[in-house]
Nanobody, 117 residues
Framework: QVQLVESGGGLVQPGGSLRLSCAAS????????MGWYRQAPGKQRDLVAI???????NYADSVKGRFTISRDNAKNTVYLQMNSLKPEDTAVYYC???????????WGQGTQVTVSS
């Protein structure tokens, strides 16, 4: 059974940084796209960043220049480096592994990120 385990969330002051990690158990996920989504209270879950199996990356406009997504296929892990954090970045962050061909999709349990002084 596939499990995605997230870590790295927490409370940080505006302007600070956090690094999220999401590691998958099970078989190799090198052909999967890996991404991060976030959901603030009362709002829908939105894409933050995604990295394809070939390394193509897309970011939400709101995080461009501040967040960096990366992946380590040998560790089945995706990372999200978040710099210059703002209060509006406060949300539960979810990782997502997706195989476009088979339509298999896996979600992490979510990790809270709170940006506040």
């Amino acid at each position: 059974q596939v499990q995605l385990v997230e870590s790295g969330g927490g409370l940080v002051q505006p302007g600070g940084s956090l690094r999220l990690s999401c590691a998958a158990s099970g078989s190799s996920f090198s052909i999967y796209a890996m991404g991060w989504y976030r959901q603030a209270p009362g709002k829908q879950r939105d894409l933050v960043a995604i990295i394809g199996s070939g390394g193509t990356i897309n970011y939400a406009d709101s995080v461009k220049g501040r967040f960096t997504i990366s992946r380590d296929n040998a560790k089945n892990t995706v990372y999200l480096q978040m710099n210059s954090l703002k209060p509006e970045d406060t949300a539960v962050y979810y990782c997502n592994f997706r195989n476009w061909a088979t339509r298999n999709v896996y979600w992490g349990q979510g990790t809270q990120v709170t940006v506040s002084s």
